[in-house]
């Protein structure tokens, strides 16, 4: 995930400081993306100080320790140019969901039936939830660009567990195959 160019957007308006640029990202972004953690934030501004994309300077305060203040390079501008003139593309589905409607469907149809009517649940649950936020964020278009996006990603995995059923329901009604103790095993016990 590109943190890193969110943090040297920021900086592409005016230089700034850790936490200012943690309440920026949060403000800008929402609530959908989730908190950015401070740690991570100062181990992205170091990373990106090394590859020269920002620079760092110490601002002394009278009555408090010294502020760091991070800037945007030039190298900083065209690496943020490079990127956004790049596709997203994404490459490959590792998916949790995936991997319970394989473990499902290996255990048998009521397995598969359980899961699925979980997981219809929680994804009507998180549609809801989504739609009541988008209410709440409505004059902020980035927010609720995001927030769509998430809810037709969910939306998505609605249909795919819907047709799970119908397109995993042979396999999940086979009987799994259990392997038989080894004759070697039984004679030793």
């Given at each position: 995930?590109?943190?890193?160019?969110?943090?040297l957007?920021?900086?592409?308006?005016?230089p700034?400081?850790?936490?200012?640029?943690?309440?920026?990202f949060?403000?800008?972004?929402?609530?959908?993306?989730?908190?950015?953690?401070?740690?991570?934030?100062?181990?992205?501004?170091?990373?990106?100080?090394?590859?020269?994309?920002?620079?760092?300077?110490?601002?002394?305060q009278?009555?408090?320790?010294?502020?760091?203040?991070?800037t945007?390079?030039?190298?900083?501008?065209?690496?943020?140019?490079?990127?956004?003139?790049?596709?997203?593309?994404?490459?490959?589905?590792?998916d949790?969901?995936?991997?319970?409607?394989?473990?499902?469907?290996?255990?048998?149809?009521?397995?598969?039936?359980?899961?699925?009517?979980?997981?219809?649940?929680?994804?009507?649950?998180?549609?809801?939830?989504?739609?009541?936020?988008?209410?709440?964020?409505?004059?902020?278009?980035?927010?609720?660009?995001?927030?769509?996006?998430?809810?037709s990603?969910?939306?998505?995995?609605?249909?795919?567990?819907?047709?799970?059923?119908?397109?995993?329901g042979?396999?999940?009604?086979?009987?799994?195959?259990q392997?038989?103790?080894?004759q070697?095993?039984?004679?030793?016990?």
């Amino acid at each position: 995930m590109p943190i890193h160019h969110a943090v040297l957007t920021l900086l592409s308006a005016s230089p700034s400081y850790g936490y200012e640029l943690k309440s920026q990202f949060e403000e800008a972004i929402g609530p959908q993306w989730g908190g950015l953690n401070i740690g991570h934030l100062y181990q992205i501004l170091d990373r990106l100080e090394r590859e020269g994309t920002v620079t760092r300077s110490h601002l002394a305060q009278p009555s408090r320790p010294d502020r760091t203040l991070y800037t945007l390079t030039s190298q900083g501008r065209q690496e943020l140019d490079r990127w956004l003139s790049e596709p997203c593309v994404r490459s490959g589905y590792r998916d949790e969901l995936f991997l319970k409607l394989f473990a499902a469907s290996r255990l048998g149809a009521d397995a598969l039936a359980r899961y699925v009517a979980v997981q219809r649940a929680a994804c009507f649950s998180e549609i809801g939830s989504l739609t009541r936020l988008r209410a709440q964020h409505y004059d902020e278009p980035l927010i609720t660009l995001l927030i769509d996006a998430a809810i037709s990603y969910t939306t998505a995995d609605l249909q795919v567990i819907e047709s799970a059923s119908i397109r995993l329901g042979a396999a999940a009604s086979a009987p799994l195959h259990q392997a038989e103790p080894s004759q070697g095993l039984e004679a030793s016990g």
